[in-house]
T-cell receptor, first 112, second 112 residues
Framework: DSGVTQTPKHLITATGQRVTLRCSPR?????VYWYQQSLDQGLQFLIQ???????AKGNILERFSAQQFPDLHSELNLSSLELGDSALYFC???????????FGSGTRLTVV | AQSVTQPDIHITVSEGASLELRCNYS??????LFWYVQSPGQGLQLLLK??????LVQGIKGFEAEFKRSQSSFNLRKPSVHWSDAAEYFC??????????FGAGTRLTVKP
């Protein structure tokens, strides 16, 4: 157990639908990062939050959004889903000092 | 912009043989460099990291990496590979407190 909890582990949904992925960071970590991992794109950085504030944005689509709540857990919302959104979505957390990230075990999203 | 190149998509080595996985980075400032390992269906686990100081860093599971600024490289090595080392290995570059960018990964197969 890495200390970063992601739910659900698996998600199957239809095109056009909306889903929410949840992440609880490791205790004491203020930064949360979201990554998408697919076979053709590899690990793509989506977005970072630090203590509730958006810190950095990567290749995140406009159909995707995220937020970090006061208790530091984070949610990634994916809407108008397309087949190409099928991927593993990872959440990672860090203290913020550059010690590297701790990754969760991911949510596997399948869009059918 | 920061980027990471892992030239080898797939490497096969015999058990007990030595291993070197290549990583080249592009970064405007002093980089924070990392190696992660991902087993099938799992999240990413941090193997080692480099911020400053001794350019040869030791990590977990008997891995080490050497930072060479002149070559913009951070290659991962292990003197004797075990069958359990078969996995996907990712090199990453980032900034203190900031997001991290990953290479495309190198898949390691270990022959008995």
């Amino acid at each position: 157990d890495s200390g970063v909890t992601q739910t659900p582990k698996h998600l199957i949904t239809a095109t056009g639908q909306r889903v929410t992925l949840r992440c609880s960071p490791r205790s004491g970590d203020l930064s949360v990062y979201w990554y998408q991992q697919s076979l053709d794109q590899g690990l793509q950085f989506l977005i970072q939050y630090y203590n509730g504030e958006e810190r950095a944005k990567g290749n995140i689509l406009e159909r995707f959004s995220a937020q970090q709540f006061p208790d530091l857990h984070s949610e990634l919302n994916l809407s108008s889903l397309e087949l190409g959104d099928s991927a593993l979505y990872f959440c990672a957390s860090s203290v913020g000092g550059g010690d590297g990230y701790t990754f969760g075990s991911g949510t596997r999203l399948t869009v059918v | 912009a920061q980027s990471v190149t892992q030239p080898d998509i797939h490497i096969t080595v015999s058990e007990g043989a030595s291993l070197e996985l290549r990583c080249n980075y592009s970064y405007g400032a002093t980089p924070y460099l990392f190696w992660y390992v991902q087993s099938p269906g799992q999240g990413l686990q941090l193997l080692l990291k480099y911020f400053s100081g001794d350019t040869l860093v030791q990590g977990i599971k008997g891995f080490e990496a050497e930072f060479k600024r002149s070559q913009s490289s951070f290659n991962l090595r292990k003197p004797s590979v075990h069958w359990s080392d078969a996995a996907e290995y990712f090199c990453a570059v980032g900034a203190k407190g900031g997001d991290m960018r990953f290479g495309a990964g190198t898949r390691l197969t270990v022959k008995p």
